[in-house]
C-alpha cells in the first residue's frame, strides 16, 4: 500500500538549521511567565506602565467601576437609546421576575426585588454593554431545588418558612462570594470547565423541567409531586386528569400561551416588530388580571396570586446565616448556584461582545456579577445573573450602555412601590404560560444537531445531561455534565494522537499518510510525529505507541524486504512541552532502540523542550548531532551521510 | 527587532496541495476506534486473529498464566540462575519482612506470612521476569498509617487488636480487587496520574518519616509518639534523651547499622560482590540474635522481638468484614494503599523491562497484582507489591524468571514452620538499623536534582509532597502529590502555548521567531500557531490570545508605516482536534476578524479537525479556498494573489 522510496534529496534547495539550547531563565523567571500566562495573560497592567500616581489612582477606580470609563462620553442620544430599551426590557421582566420567583420557591415579591437591586449594581461596575440582570429561569430552578433539599419552602400550614428564605439569601451571599473570588484571583477560567456541549444538554433538560412543572399552574392541579423528574411529574398530571383539573384555568392558560407564541413567532419574522414580542407578556397579565377580576374567576378555582407584598427592598444583612449549621450548607449551594449563573452570565456577555466587537474582561465580569449578587443578598434578593431572552430585547431595542438597567431598574422600583397591589387578581396560569414560552428558547436542537454532525462524543456529553435533568433531577444533570467534560480531559491528556509520516512528492514537507496517501515514506527511516505535549499523564502511552509504530513498520518492511529500519525521527513540532516523567520515558524508549539496533532521532523540538533535553542530559546521551530542526534536515542528513554505524 | 520583508516565493520550487475533508466515518466506527485507542492501545487480541478454539482457549490461558508460555522452554541452566537468585533475596527479605509488618503495627509473623503465599500467586501469573514480590516499607507505613486512623492496633492492656488486624486483611483485599479492576477494565493508565516527580518526593518524605520513626527501636526509647510528623518524633526523642534512652540498644544499633551500610557500599562498589550487601541484614540478625541470646541483654533494657508465632499462614477469608462500617472504611484504605503498591510494582517492572528490552504488559501486571493481593488477603498476607531492593539484588544475582520467587516462598516457608522461634531474642533495635538502610535508598537526590534542572514546577511537586510527609503526615503527603498532579494536568489543558512564526531564510519552513531569531516575518500576514488541541477548556483562551498577537502586530506594524495585516495565518499542525466549543470559537474570532477587515486562513489542520471544520460547515464560512495544506503554499498564495479583497 504505501510506497517507499529514496527521494533525491537534491531537487529541493535546503539549508539546515542546527537547534541551540536557548539561553536558560532563573526559577523566578520561568515561574514569573507561567503564572502570568495563566492567571494574566491579558496584561491587565498594561496601561498602568510609565503612569503617574493619581492617574493610576483613576485608572484603578475605572478598571473597578467602567461607568467612569464610558460615562464621560455619555451623551442624549446614547440615553434615548437606553431609555426606550430600557422600558422594553422592563415590560419582559415584571411578569418572569413574578413567575420565576416561584421556580425557587420563593414569594412573588422577591423576583421584583431581584431586579432592582442588582441591575443597579451591575450599571456601575458591569463593562458588558447588552446586558440585562435579573433572575434568571434556569438558575432560579436549580436554587430551588437545591435549597428543598435541605428545608421545605413552606410550613406544615402552607405558609412560606422562613429558615428557606433566609437559606436562599445565605446561598445568595456565597454566589456572590464565589463569583467575586474566581474574578479577583484571576481564577475564571475554572468556568470554562463546562463544556458547551454539557451546557447545551443541562440548559435543554432545565427548560424542559422547568416546562413540565408549570403544567401545575397551567391545568390548575393542586396536588403535585415535589419531585422533578419527568416521571414522577406525568404520573401526577394523569392521576389527576379526572378530578384535579380545572377547564377555566386551562382556557385562560392556554389562551394567553398561543398569544404569546404568536407575538414571540411574529418578533422573530419581523425584527422591526421585536418589541411585539417584548411586551406581549405584560399584556397578557394585565388582561388576564383585569378579566378575572370582573369574571370573580377565582371563586370557580381560578388559581391567582393573592398577594405581592409592597414596598421596596427590606434589609436582609440578619437574616443570613452567618453561624450554624446552615452557614455550610448555604455555601455549597451558593458555590454551585453562583457557578452557573456566572457560566450563564458570561457566555451572554461573551456572545454580545463578539457580536459588536467589544473587549470584555471574563475576570472583571465576574467581579461586577459577585458585587452584584453580594449586595443582592443583603437587600432581599436571591441569585440573579444575565438573562438571554431580556438581554436579547435590550440589544434589538437599542440600548447603548449599561443604563438600560438603571431605567428598568426605577421602573421596578415604581412597580414595588405603587403597582404590586394590582397583581392579585393574575391567575397562576398566565404566569405557567409566560414561563413555558420563556424557557423553550433555552432548548437548542440547532445547537444539538451540529454537536451531532461535528463531534459525537460530545453529542453523547449533551445527551447525558439532558437526560440526567429530566429523569433524575437538576442536581443529577449537572453532575453528570461536570463529569463528563472532566472525563474528556482525562482521554485528552493520556491519549495524544500520533501518526506515520510520509513526503509529500515534490515538497520538503513531510505528512500524516493517511491523510495524504500520495506521501511517500523513505527508506530506512521511519518518521513518526506526536501530538501533544508528553506529561506523565501520557508519557508511558507515548513510549508504547512509538515502539507500536516501529513494530508494525519493521514486520512490514521484513516482509517487502526492504531495507532494514535504522532511524527513528521523532517529529515534536507539536510535543509542546515535556516533563521529568517525558524525559525518562524517552530515555527507555532510547535504551530500546539501542537493543533494536535503531537510532533515535528528534526533529524540531520547541524551546521549552529543547532546553529540557539539554539540562537533563538526555540530548547528549542520544547524541547533540540526531536533533535537526526539520524531519526535511533530518532525512537529508541522514540518507545522505555514510551507512550509519552501529549504536 | 523583527524583520518583516517580502520574500521571494519563486526560489523554491513548490507543488501546492489542497486540503481536502477526509471521508465520513459512522457513529459506531469513530466510538470504536475512540474506545480502542483508550483502552486496547496495546491490541491485546491480535494474536487471536485466525486461530481455531482450542488454540484460542490456550491463548487465553496463557495470557493469564504466562508461566504457560516461558514454562515450556525453561531449561535447568535457567533454573540454576532462579535458584541462586531466590536464595540470595531469601537472605534479605526475612529480616526486612520482620521489620516491616511492625511499620504496618501487624504482629512479626504477617510479614513473613506475605513473603509466602503472594510471591507464589505472582510466579504463575506475572510477566515481569525480575520482580521480587513481597511488603515494602513505603506501603507498610501508608497501610499502618491509614488504619492507625480508624482503629487502635494495640487493646489497652498491650494485646494486639484483632479487629485492627481484620480491618488489614479487608484494607488488602480491597488493594487486590482495585488492581485486578484497574488492569482487568484495561484503567491502568490512571496510576499514570501521579507524576514521577510527585512520586520522588512522595516516597523521600515515606523514607524519612520510616526512618524517624526508627529511632524508637535504635535508641530504645519506651514511651513514643504515635504521630509520625517530623516535629513530634524529634519531640519524641530530645524529651527522652536523660532518662528513656538504653545504650546498651544504642550499641547494638548502631554498630549494625554501621556494618550494614559498610556492606552496602561494598556491595555498590564492586558489583561482583553484590551478595555481601544482600545478606548482611541477614547476619545482622544472626549476630545479633546469638549475643543478646547468651549475654541476656533483654534483661539489662535491651527490648527483644520475644515471639513469632510459628507455623504457615492461617486461612483469614472469615476475618475480612463483609459488613458493617468497617467494610468501608476497608474499601476505602484498600483503595489508597492498592493504588500506591501499584505505582510502585509496575514502576519497578517497567524498569527492569526496559533495562532487559522486554515488554511488560501494564495491564496484565495489574491483574497479576490484584490476584496475589486477593489471595493474599485471605491467608493472613497484607498488601504487597515489588520490592525495588529485593528486585535489584534479585537481578543482579541473576535471576531468569519469576522461579526465583518461588524459590523464595518455599524457604520462607522452612522459615514459618522451622527458624521463627529462633528469633525470640532478635533485638528490635537491629531491625531498626536494617530498615533505616534500606529506606535510605528510596531518598532519591539525585531524581530531586534532576528534576530541579530540568523543570521548576516539577521539582516544586516533588518538593511539596516531601514536605507535606515529613511534618504532616503520610496521607497529606500523598494528597499534596495528587493534586500538585492534577493542578499541572489543569494548567496544561487550560493555558496551551502560542507562538508567531517567521520564515527561516532560504527555505519554505516557518518555525517561531522567539526560537530562531533570524526566522522572518511576512509581509502583510500574521502566522500565528496554536500548540494544543482546542478544547472547550482552552478555547476561550486561544481566541483571545490570538487577538492578542493580531493587536500587537498591529500596533508594531503601525508605529513602522509597514503594510497593515491582511491576513492571519493560523498554523493547525499541532492542533489535534478541536471540539465544538474550539468550533464555537473559531467562529467568534471569524466575526471579529471581519469587523477589523482581516481574513482567516488555516493551515495543515489535521483529519479530524478538518471533518469537524467542514461539518460544522465553518469551511464554508471561512471558504474552503482559505485552508492550506501548510504555512508555505497559504503564504505564497496569499502573497502572490491580487489586492485582497474586502472581507
Not at 529541493?12 to 532563573?26: C, G
Not at 516482509?559 to 525521527?569: F, K
Request: aromatic share 10%; proline share 4%; net charge positive.
Amino acid at each position: 500500500m504505501s510506497q517507499r522510496v529514496i527521494d533525491d534529496h537534491a531537487e529541493v534547495a535546503h539549508h539546515i538549521h542546527r537547534v541551540e539550547p536557548p539561553p536558560k531563565q532563573n526559577l523566578l523567571n520561568e515561574l514569573k511567565n507561567g503564572l502570568k500566562e495563566t492567571f494574566f495573560s491579558d496584561e491587565p497592567l498594561r496601561h498602568f506602565k510609565d503612569k503617574s500616581a493619581p492617574t493610576k489612582l483613576f485608572l484603578v477606580l475605572q478598571g473597578v467601576f467602567p461607568i467612569l470609563d464610558w460615562g464621560r462620553s455619555y451623551t442624549l442620544a446614547k440615553f434615548k437609546g437606553d431609555l426606550i430599551a430600557g422600558l422594553t426590557i422592563v415590560s419582559l421582566c415584571v411578569p418572569q421576575d413574578i413567575a420565576y420567583a416561584k421556580l425557587a420557591n420563593l414569594d412573588f415579591q422577591y423576583g421584583l426585588y431581584s431586579s432592582f437591586v442588582p441591575p443597579l449594581v451591575y450599571a456601575f461596575m458591569g463593562s458588558s454593554r447588552h446586558i440585562a440582570i435579573g433572575p434568571v429561569a434556569v438558575v432560579s430552578l436549580l436554587l430551588g431545588s437545591l435549597l428543598q433539599n435541605e428545608i421545605d419552602p413552606l410550613n406544615k400550614d402552607g405558609s412560606p418558612n422562613f429558615a428557606y428564605t433566609r437559606l436562599a439569601f445565605t446561598a445568595t451571599f456565597f454566589a456572590g462570594v464565589t463569583q467575586f473570588a474566581l474574578g479577583f484571583f484571576r481564577l475564571g477560567f475554572l468556568i470554562d470547565f463546562l463544556s458547551h456541549a454539557a451546557i447545551v444538554g443541562f440548559m435543554g433538560g432545565a427548560a424542559v423541567t422547568i416546562a413540565l412543572q408549570q403544567l401545575k399552574g397551567l391545568l390548575g392541579i393542586k396536588i403535585f409531586t415535589k419531585k422533578t423528574d419527568i416521571i414522577s411529574v406525568m404520573q401526577s398530571v394523569w392521576g389527576t386528569v379526572h378530578h384535579g383539573w380545572n377547564w377555566q384555568t386551562i382556557l385562560i392558560g392556554l389562551s394567553f400561551m398561543v398569544f404569546i407564541l404568536i407575538a414571540k413567532y411574529i418578533g422573530k419574522k419581523y425584527q422591526r416588530l421585536f418589541w411585539v414580542s417584548a411586551i406581549a407578556p405584560l399584556i397578557s397579565v394585565i388582561v388576564a388580571t383585569f378579566c378575572v377580576g370582573i369574571t370573580h374567576a377565582d371563586k370557580q378555582g381560578v388559581q391567582i396570586v393573592t398577594h405581592i407584598h409592597k414596598g421596596i427592598n427590606p434589609l436582609s444583612v440578619h437574616q443570613i446565616y452567618w453561624t450554624g449549621e446552615f452557614l455550610l450548607k448555604g455555601f455549597k449551594i451558593g458555590v454551585v448556584a453562583g457557578m452557573i449563573a456566572l457560566t450563564e452570565g458570561v457566555a451572554i456577555g461573551r456572545t454580545f461582545a463578539s457580536k459588536m466587537d467589544y473587549n470584555l474582561d471574563g475576570n472583571k465580569e465576574m467581579v461586577a456579577m459577585g458585587s452584584m449578587n453580594i449586595v443582592g443578598s443583603m437587600t432581599s434578593c436571591y441569585v440573579t445573573t444575565g438573562s438571554f431572552s431580556r438581554s436579547a430585547v435590550n440589544f434589538l431595542a437599542g440600548c447603548n450602555t449599561t443604563v438600560s438597567n438603571i431605567v428598568m431598574s426605577c421602573v421596578v422600583l415604581v412597580t414595588l412601590v405603587l403597582i404590586t397591589p394590582l397583581f392579585k387578581y393574575t391567575p397562576n396560569a398566565v404566569l405557567a404560560s409566560i414561563i413555558i414560552t420563556a424557557v423553550v428558547g433555552l432548548i437548542d436542537i440547532k445547537a444539538a444537531i451540529l454537536l451531532w454532525k461535528s463531534d459525537k462524543l460530545d453529542f453523547l456529553a449533551c445527551i447525558g445531561a439532558f437526560f440526567g435533568v429530566i429523569f433524575k433531577s437538576v442536581e443529577i444533570g449537572l453532575l453528570i455534565a461536570v463529569a463528563i467534560s472532566f472525563a474528556k480531559i482525562l482521554l485528552q491528556v493520556t491519549r495524544p494522537r500520533t501518526a506515520k509520516l510520509g513526503k509529500l512528492p515534490g515538497t520538503n514537507v513531510y505528512r500524516n499518510v493517511v491523510q495524504y496517501p500520495d506521501a511517500t515514506l523513505v527508506s530506512g527511516i521511519l518518521i513518526v510525529r506526536v501530538d501533544s505535549a508528553i506529561y506523565f499523564s501520557n508519557s508511558n502511552y507515548i513510549k508504547e505507541r512509538i515502539l507500536r509504530w516501529l513494530s508494525y513498520e519493521e514486520e512490514e518492511v521484513k516482509s517487502l524486504s526492504l531495507p532494514r529500519i535504522q532511524y527513528l525521527v521523532i517529529e515534536m513540532s507539536p510535543v509542546t512541552d515535556i516533563d521529568t516523567s517525558g524525559i525518562h520515558s524517552f530515555q527507555e524508549l532510547y535504551k530500546t532502540l539501542r537493543h533494536r539496533n535503531v537510532h533515535l532521532v528528534l526533529a524540531n523540538p520547541a524551546p521549552v523542550v529543547t532546553e529540557k533535553l539539554y539540562s537533563s542530559e538526555f540530548a547528549m546521551l542520544i547524541g547533540e548531532d540526531k536533533i535537526f530542526s526539520s524531519v526535511a534536515d533530518a532525512v537529508l542528513t541522514l540518507s545522505t551521510s555514510p551507512k550509519a554505524q552501529e549504536p
